[in-house]
């Protein structure tokens, strides 16, 4: 099976079935928190919000790093307040949002493709759905589930805060995607919508929930991945989390053997690796651009102790990390294909999407990627000059395959969020699965 529209007959579409949606309101963080009435102060990270000021605190811990993060907001009612407020400011706007139906748009985008979208869909997320976005009645309700996305610019100045990076700040009191309520009505549209593909995310959203029920849902999605007829490729895309046992319940309590791949930045590679005691999990943060090796011996070891082999039943042979300079997708070896067009085309997206140009502009572009580096550290790596004429360096390690490509970065971005879904998208849709059975 193949997710390449050139590789699929002209009379048939590839169909793909998704689960987690939202409206995102995408503004500025500053001027966001200055309608709120809060002054910069000090920073400090919040694993959950429970306030205006943990707000204020938790975007400038992040605003000064220039890392993106999300973060679930406890109070209903002050957050509802926070939303009426963000929506009607100046210069917001409405975005579908959730990081499946972002995938699932960027498909949509190709008039062969035909999503089918199992989250909780709003009249706004609605009526901003592609067309090629099929919605089940049963994920129809009443109203949306907002994400405020709130946005810096690289240099951006608040007080004595000044951003190292353009990035942004998520939360939300987002209880229908947390719940992962669509699981049913997804495993009963299997049937009839035959998808080629599922994309599973909102894991992160359980976040809000209590221990019991995150424990209970994610053996219900274990269950209802196993519902998944034999050889469709189901790809979980993770997002920011800050609780390391629901991070370890999803490393060990089969979620990770359950899917064929995965998609992931550098902040959830890192606490992964912390999680799970990993390699490299003594690192408190990266310092400034992950290192290649350290990336590298983390994905390693996750397809290794988790991915498909002999002797392990597990459907894990795929994964695609993303960071601001450069992509690693890396695959089990003898399970897929056309990776080198597929990495490549992941960091394509990624430069025309921030500056919202249809190709690459090379005004509007900086190569920030290492020139050269060690592909491991916990063994004798071996060390990769890129070669600008074939950017897309490749090595090899007890059968499995890195691909590497520096990403063209955007200098002054339109819109960062949903960057690693477009990734992705454009990852999977150029990768050739090759069945298993």
């Known amino acids: 099976m193949d997710w390449s529209s050139e590789h699929l007959p002209s009379d048939e579409s590839l169909q793909d079935c998704r689960v987690n949606a939202c409206v995102d309101v995408v503004l500025s963080g500053v001027k966001l928190l200055e309608a709120l009435g809060l002054s910069p102060g000090n920073g400090k990270d919040h694993t959950i919000l429970h306030s205006r000021n943990d707000l204020e605190e ?3 811990h992040f605003m000064g790093k220039g890392v993106a993060a999300e973060r679930f907001f406890s109070d209903e009612e002050a957050f509802h307040d926070i939303a009426q407020i963000a929506s009607e400011l100046p210069g917001a706007q409405h975005y579908v949002g959730g990081n ?7 498909f949509a985008a190709n008039s062969d493709l035909k999503v089918l979208l199992c989250g909780p869909v709003g009249p706004k997320l609605h009526e901003l759905l592609d067309d090629n976005v099929f919605v089940p009645p049963e994920s129809l309700q009443e109203v949306d589930e907002f994400h405020l996305i709130l946005e810096y610019q690289a240099g951006e100045e608040w007080g004595r805060l000044k951003a190292p990076h353009a990035n942004r700040f998520i939360f939300s009191h987002d209880l229908s995607n947390g719940a992962m309520n669509m699981l049913e009505v997804f495993v009963s549209s299997l049937e009839e919508f035959q998808p080629d593909l599922v994309v ?19 053996l219900e999605v274990v269950t209802s991945i196993s519902d998944i007829p034999t050889g469709i490729p189901v790809h979980l895309e993770l997002a920011s989390m ?9 490393v060990h309590q089969q979620v990770f053997p359950a899917v064929t791949s995965l998609g992931l930045n550098e902040q959830e590679l890192l606490f992964l690796s912390q999680a799970a005691s990993g390699p490299h999990s003594s ?10 090796g350290m990336v590298s011996d983390i994905l390693f070891w996750i397809l290794k102790e988790h991915g498909r082999s002999k002797s392990r039943a597990s459907d ?7 960071t601001l300079v450069y ?12 990776q080198l067009a597929a990495v490549a085309a992941g960091a394509r997206v990624a430069g025309t999407q921030a500056c919202a140009t249809e190709t690459i502009d090379a005004s509007r572009v900086s190569l920030r990627a290492p020139r050269e580096f060690m592909t491991s550290h916990s063994e004798a790596g071996s060390r990769i000059v890129i070669d600008p004429s074939r950017p897309v360096a490749e090595w090899h390690r007890e059968g499995v395959s890195f691909h590497f490509t520096p990403v063209l970065v955007c200098k002054d971005p339109i819109r960062t969020v949903g960057l690693g879904d477009a990734i992705s998208a454009e990852g999977l849709f150029y990768s050739e699965a090759r069945p298993h059975y």
Do not use: Y
């Open 316 to 322: 894990l042979t795929r994964i695609h990390f993303h």
């Open 100 to 106: 499946a139906a972002l995938i699932g748009q960027k």
């Open 200 to 218: 599973l995310s909102g894991l992160h959203m359980m976040e809000g929930q209590s221990k019991e029920l995150q424990r209970k849902r994610l």
């Open 327 to 338: 992509h690693i997708l890396a695959t089990v070896d003898g399970h897929w294909a056309n």
């Open 58 to 60: 938790a975007f400038i």
């Open 242 to 250: 800050t609780n390391r046992e629901l991070m370890r319940s999803i």
């Open 283 to 292: 690192l408190s943060s990266w310092n400034g651009v992950p290192d290649v």
